[in-house]
């Protein structure tokens, strides 16, 4: 593990993440991990199996019976779910709607943790989640905070699903981003916090480039104290 650099970058929902994530490692030649795909896998395996995503206890027996195994591909950290890989599954609506009370039961959470911290494995990561810098990598001395305006972070996010072909109302997208938003942040596991000595970045009016820009400088900064 000597020399291997761990980035995080949390904040909530369609704060620009998974962009500035792509942008930061591409540039850096670090693997991309997006943690919320986990999360959102454990939901989608349950669905697909008929378990009620509500019970706790189905959920995670359904998790922990499931085969799952990690790998590296362009670039990404990204995983199959016995012997599938769901990508496009994972930002429909019924996944949506339950991913944030899956992610709130601690079994499930443990798993994802110890499985983000085993990607360390494959090399230096920037992983973009909700508690990358506080629990997954709190050690990371590169620590990052996301945010913008709610309103503007429906915006983005309802873009996004109309461009994927999904039929989507704004205000059903900004209802649904809300309502995530509290669920993460007042969870009794973990919730979504600024971690100490993460640096806070409001990407409301910043372009995209900008705000890579920043990280990629604060990282090569932190090199070189
Ligand atoms: O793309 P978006 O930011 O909307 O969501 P995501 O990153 O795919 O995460 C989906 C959900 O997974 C979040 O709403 C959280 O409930 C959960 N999550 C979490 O609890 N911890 C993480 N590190 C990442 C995601």
Redesign the pocket.
Known sequence: MEGIKTIAI?G????G??SVSKGVAAELGFIYS????L??GVTWQAIRKGVDPQDAAAVTECMLSAEWSFFVQDGAAIFSIDGDIPVQE?RGKDV?ES??VV??IPEI?RF?VESLQSLANFGSLVM?????GTV?FPDSPYKFYLDADPEERAMR?YRELVAAGEDEKAHEVLDS?KK?DQ??ATRKM?P?VVAPGAQVIDSTAMTLADVIKTVVDAVKKGDTK
């Not at 997006?34 to 795909?37: E, F, I, R, T, W």
């Open positions: 949390d909530p929902s369609a704060s993440k998974s997006d943690s919320g795909a999360y959102r994972l949506r991913v944030a992610a709130a959470r994802v973009e989640g909700r508690d990358i997954v996010r981003l995530r669920i993460d973990d979504l």
